[in-house]
């Protein structure tokens, strides 16, 4: 089954983009209630290549954060995992993965692209913000630590410039970061029920996360 064929069907999808090194239950908890607040068909869950602004630090191998992903949303009908991404040489810009999405979709398909607060503040830095403002719904997700106020006034500004639809939700505040678990498991504390069973189980049988050799393990 081809991510062609599933996405064909659908009539408003939610992307879910992120470097899930690893994925954790804020990015579940997050994706489920956007489903459920917007109604959409999928949530589509992109792993990242190379995130632009994440070039600094070493992030695991491409087909260990996608099996994980896969792992993690197994039990969710409405979650889907695309390679897009991952399988896109070069620096990963957001603009160029929502134009090859829209391809595989119904034209009249709506998008919502899910992004915590702490990027809606980044987003004019971003690869042709304009563009992608047009493709797109935003979803503005707070996190621990968010400053409300500061919030408001970007979603105010950026749709007095581009009368975008950006929407501003809520979701249980998690104090879960992929950081804070890749931390743990160096000093050796619990990650247990911060991330489902099975990624973590996937995290001690390849050692992800111990020491910089075993990190930067190769896939392919
Ligand atoms: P890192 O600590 O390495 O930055 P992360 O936990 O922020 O990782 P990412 O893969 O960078 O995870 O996040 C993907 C998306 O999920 C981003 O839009 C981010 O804001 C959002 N997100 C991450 N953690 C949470 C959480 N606990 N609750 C809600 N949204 C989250
Ligand atoms: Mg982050």
Redesign the pocket.
Known sequence: RSEIASFRECKSIAI??????PI?N??L??AEAVRHRFNVDKVIFIPTGRPAHKAKRQITANEHRYLMTVLATMRNQNFEVSRIEIDRPGMTYTIDTIEALKQMCRPDVRLYF??????IHQIMNWKEPERLLSLCDFVA?T??GYDRERLYGDIREIKEKFTSRIHFME?PA???????IRNREKRGEPIKYLLPQAVEDYIHKFCLYQDKEKDEVKFM
């Open positions: 879910m983009g992120g470097t899930f090194d954790h804020g990015h908890v997050t899910i992004t915590g607060a702490d990027a997700v996190r621990p979701v998690l104090a879960i970061s992929s950081s804070d």
